[in-house]
Structure formats: structure tokens, C-alpha cells
């Protein structure tokens, strides 16, 4: 993560770099806040 | 539940160990329990017997909290307690029909057999066991390739993790390998920085791999809260002391550290905790990102490792990055690079 773009573009980084799905339904982790269960693999540990 | 403990192939399935480790938790309760009630006296001794089965909870509690990390060299506890019950069940129905005397001889050889098994698998390849309060580490080395002493290597593993490897060979040991590769996600970083000095922060030490990258006028700077880890960082592994950059080790809580310390301005901050099966999840919270930007550079590029065979970590970063309205985060994939030899690589 930057706040600059150019080092965001470099080719070398956007030949690897793949999108993240945002999930709006999750809340944001903070101190007060976190969820395991939420960010957990199940598909990946059910095949 | 012995199985799912020697197996090494099971380790990872972790709803299936929570399935059968409750199931199985239940039994042996049933059978303690139930024994314990059998065996109550007369009202006339029952003050003293609850004594002394408080005195065994107690004794419990001594075992498995003080002695156990003590003596033991890693998690063998519950292989133990297992083999144990198994064997209790045994000597307290011994004179029960023989198919339940043959079934509980089977239970208490296939428990010892785990036990031993999980020993045999813990021992292989280690050349050094490090159990404290953070964990067990272990190093190993390979001896699948002795006949070449070029691809021979040394790894870091914390609980089941792991935390780095080093070829051993002059020729290899100063490479970037596994997650730091020069193809990962870090080693393109870091190398995108390459011929002006950094100063570098990364948050788990492990091995000191990514310190391979640092140039003498480079700064790294290690947070860690496990002093075991440094300790064998310097005495396995060579990345900290084969590194011309200055190198900085801070032990502690790396978020205390770091709330506690002037900002550092860094130009690469890499988070690197998050590979393991209980994650620091105060390292990753909207809070702790202050934090992070507060040591950084303007510009510069906090990077998380956010590998892990159970937890999805992306979409909790991208959302802690829009709250405080940080560029597009990206996600790159770990490197596969072949040359020198690839050696493992999730």
C-alpha cells in the first residue's frame, strides 16, 4: 500500500498485482473490532 | 483423535480437527467423569475426596502451564494425555469381556504408536528446539540432499509455520528465498528502491531473510516479540550478519515498540506476521495503520504478508486502506523463481 501512485504503476508491481474483491457487507477491523469467522477459508478448507 | 495428531497430511484440515477433537474431547470426559463418580466413597469421606479432586485440577493446571513447557520440547501434551487415558481405560477394565480388553489393548498401542510417531516426525531434520511462552521453534536442515552440499538448506519453522530458509552453500546462502524472493511481492518493493538508501521497518523477524536485500547505506529495522527469535536468527542463520545495511532488532510488541518511538520515516514498512494460524489481529486494525503512517516516508510503502492456509486478510486491508484514504492497495503474488533453486514456496 503507498499513497504513491507512480511506485503503484511501476511495471514491475502491476505485472503482479491482482485485484482485490471489496466485501461493503464486512466491517472495518479496529481495536474494538475484529472477526475471525468472517475472514476464515472455508471453501478452501472444505475441498 | 490420535491419527489426526501423527498424520502429518491432517494438520492443515482444521474443521475437520475441530469436529473430531470436540467429538472426541467428549468421550474421554464421559469416561474421567464417569469414572471418577463411580469411584465416590461414603458420605463420611466425600469433604476429602472433592479435596483431592480440586488438588487434581490443580495438579492439572501445574502440569500442563509450568512443567510441561519446561520439560517437553514441543505441543506433546495432548499426545501424552491421550496415551495416558487410553491406558487408564485399560488398567480400569482389564477384567471386562476380552472384546473390550482387545479393543482398549488396540486404543492403547495406536495412542503410544501416535505418540511416538508425532516424536519421530517433531525430531527429523531439527538440529534445534526452542520452546517458550511465544511458541516452539525449531531449525532444520534438509537431508534429502546431502550428496550436494550446494542445495542443502536451513529452515525456520514456528509451531507448524514456516518462518524462513537459507541455503547453506557460500554460493547460495546470500539469495532471497521463499515469500522474499525477488519475484515476491517484498523483493519487487524492495528492489524498485534499489540504488538510493532506505531505511526499511519489518514487523517478525523470522530468519532476517528479507535483510538479504539491505546495501550498506541501507537502515533495517526488525520489530519481534519473541527473544527466542533473535537468538536464532544470529545462531542459524547468517541474513543479519552477512547484511552490509545496519541492522536495528527491536524485541517487544511491535505495535507498543512503535507507538512508543519517534516517527522513523521509513520507506518501506513490511508487516510480516500474519502467516500463522493465530494471527496479531491488534497489527491489523484501522488503529495500528495510524501507527504504521505515522513512521512512514511521504510516498512511502507499507507491505503485508498476507499469506495464510486459513484467513482471507485482503479485503480486511482494503477496506482499512480506503477508511484512511490511502492509494489503490494492490496485492501481488508470491514469487516462483527458479534460479538459484526454488525451496518451498506456498
Given at each position: 500500500?503507498?499513497?504513491?501512485?507512480?511506485?503503484?504503476?511501476?511495471?514491475?508491481?502491476?505485472?503482479?498485482?491482482?485485484?482485490?474483491?471489496?466485501?461493503?457487507?464486512?466491517?472495518?477491523?479496529?481495536?474494538?473490532?475484529n472477526n475471525l469467522f468472517q475472514v476464515f477459508k472455508f471453501e478452501?478448507?472444505?475441498? | 483423535?490420535?491419527?489426526?495428531?501423527?498424520?502429518?497430511?491432517l494438520q492443515f484440515r482444521l474443521l475437520w480437527h475441530i469436529f473430531?477433537?470436540?467429538?472426541?474431547?467428549?468421550?474421554?470426559?464421559?469416561?474421567?467423569?464417569?469414572?471418577?463418580?463411580?469411584?465416590?466413597?461414603?458420605?463420611?469421606?466425600?469433604?476429602?475426596?472433592?479435596?483431592?479432586?480440586?488438588?487434581?485440577?490443580?495438579?492439572?493446571?501445574?502440569?500442563?502451564?509450568?512443567?510441561?513447557?519446561?520439560?517437553?520440547?514441543?505441543?506433546?501434551?495432548?499426545?501424552?494425555?491421550?496415551?495416558?487415558?487410553?491406558?487408564?481405560?485399560?488398567?480400569?477394565?482389564?477384567?471386562?469381556?476380552?472384546?473390550?480388553?482387545?479393543?482398549?489393548?488396540?486404543?492403547?498401542?495406536?495412542?503410544?504408536?501416535?505418540?511416538?510417531?508425532?516424536?519421530?516426525?517433531?525430531?527429523?531434520?531439527?538440529?534445534?528446539?526452542?520452546?517458550?511462552?511465544?511458541?516452539?521453534?525449531?531449525?532444520?536442515?534438509?537431508?534429502m540432499r546431502m550428496d550436494d552440499s550446494d542445495l542443502r538448506y536451513?529452515?525456520?519453522?514456528?509451531?507448524?509455520?514456516?518462518?524462513?530458509?537459507?541455503?547453506?552453500?557460500?554460493?547460495?546462502?546470500?539469495?532471497?528465498?521463499?515469500?522474499?524472493?525477488?519475484?515476491?511481492?517484498?523483493?519487487?518493493?524492495?528492489?524498485?528502491?534499489?540504488?538510493?538508501?532506505?531505511?526499511?521497518?519489518?514487523?517478525?523477524?523470522?530468519?532476517?531473510?528479507?535483510?538479504?536485500?539491505?546495501?550498506?547505506?541501507?537502515?533495517?529495522?526488525?520489530?519481534?516479540?519473541?527473544?527466542?527469535?533473535?537468538?536464532?536468527?544470529?545462531?542459524?542463520?547468517?541474513?543479519?550478519?552477512?547484511?552490509?545495511?545496519?541492522?536495528?532488532?527491536?524485541?517487544?510488541?511491535?505495535?507498543?515498540?512503535?507507538?512508543?518511538?519517534?516517527?522513523?520515516?521509513?520507506?518501506?514498512?513490511?508487516?510480516?506476521?500474519?502467516?500463522?494460524?493465530?494471527?496479531?489481529?491488534?497489527?491489523?486494525?484501522?488503529?495500528?495503520?495510524?501507527?504504521?503512517?505515522?513512521?512512514?516516508?511521504?510516498?512511502?510503502?507499507?507491505?503485508?504478508?498476507?499469506?495464510?492456509?486459513?484467513?482471507?486478510?485482503?479485503?480486511?486491508?482494503?477496506?482499512?486502506?480506503?477508511?484512511?484514504?490511502?492509494?489503490?492497495?494492490?496485492?501481488?503474488?508470491?514469487?516462483?523463481?527458479?534460479?538459484?533453486?526454488?525451496?518451498?514456496?506456498?
Amino acid at each position: 500500500m503507498t499513497r504513491d501512485r507512480s511506485f503503484i504503476l511501476k511495471p514491475s508491481i502491476v505485472e503482479v498485482t491482482e485485484p482485490v474483491a471489496p466485501r461493503p457487507d464486512w466491517r472495518l477491523w479496529t481495536d474494538s473490532y475484529n472477526n475471525l469467522f468472517q475472514v476464515f477459508k472455508f471453501e478452501a478448507e472444505l475441498q | 483423535m490420535a491419527w489426526f495428531l501423527a498424520d502429518k497430511s491432517l494438520q492443515f484440515r482444521l474443521l475437520w480437527h475441530i469436529f473430531v477433537f470436540t467429538i472426541g474431547l467428549f468421550f474421554v470426559c464421559m469416561f474421567c467423569h464417569g469414572e471418577l463418580a463411580m469411584r465416590r466413597p461414603g458420605p463420611k469421606h466425600l469433604t476429602l475426596f472433592y479435596l483431592v479432586v480440586s488438588a487434581g485440577g490443580v495438579l492439572g493446571g501445574v502440569l500442563v502451564g509450568i512443567i510441561a513447557p519446561i520439560t517437553l520440547p514441543g505441543y506433546l501434551e495432548l499426545e501424552i494425555a491421550l496415551t495416558v487415558v487410553a491406558a487408564l481405560a485399560l488398567a480400569l477394565n482389564w477384567t471386562r469381556p476380552i472384546p473390550v480388553v482387545g479393543l482398549l489393548v488396540a486404543v492403547t498401542a495406536f495412542t503410544s504408536g501416535a505418540l511416538f510417531w508425532r516424536v519421530k516426525y517433531f525430531r527429523e531434520d531439527t538440529v534445534y528446539i526452542e520452546r517458550n511462552y511465544y511458541g516452539v521453534l525449531r531449525v532444520k536442515e534438509n537431508t534429502m540432499r546431502m550428496d550436494d552440499s550446494d542445495l542443502r538448506y536451513r529452515s525456520l519453522v514456528h509451531g507448524a509455520i514456516l518462518h524462513g530458509e537459507q541455503w547453506l552453500s557460500e554460493k547460495y546462502r546470500r539469495s532471497a528465498t521463499t515469500y522474499y524472493k525477488m519475484t515476491s511481492g517484498i523483493g519487487r518493493v524492495l528492489l524498485a528502491f534499489e540504488g538510493k538508501p532506505i531505511k526499511v521497518g519489518v514487523i517478525g523477524l523470522g530468519a532476517g531473510s528479507i535483510a538479504v536485500y539491505g546495501d550498506a547505506d541501507d537502515n533495517y529495522k526488525f520489530y519481534d516479540i519473541d527473544p527466542a527469535v533473535e537468538e536464532v536468527a544470529y545462531k542459524w542463520f547468517t541474513y543479519i550478519t552477512d547484511t552490509p545495511a545496519k541492522v536495528d532488532i527491536v524485541l517487544g510488541d511491535a505495535r507498543l515498540s512503535m507507538e512508543r518511538e519517534p516517527p522513523q520515516n521509513f520507506d518501506v514498512l513490511a508487516v510480516d506476521a500474519f502467516s500463522g494460524d493465530a494471527i496479531p489481529t491488534h497489527l491489523i486494525t484501522v488503529e495500528a495503520f495510524d501507527t504504521y503512517l505515522r513512521h512512514m516516508k511521504p510516498g512511502g510503502v507499507i507491505v503485508f504478508h498476507v499469506s495464510n492456509r486459513f484467513l482471507d486478510l485482503k479485503p480486511v486491508l482494503l477496506a482499512i486502506a480506503e477508511s484512511t484514504a490511502s492509494s489503490t492497495p494492490t496485492c501481488t503474488r508470491a514469487g516462483r523463481t527458479a534460479a538459484p533453486p526454488a525451496i518451498g514456496s506456498r
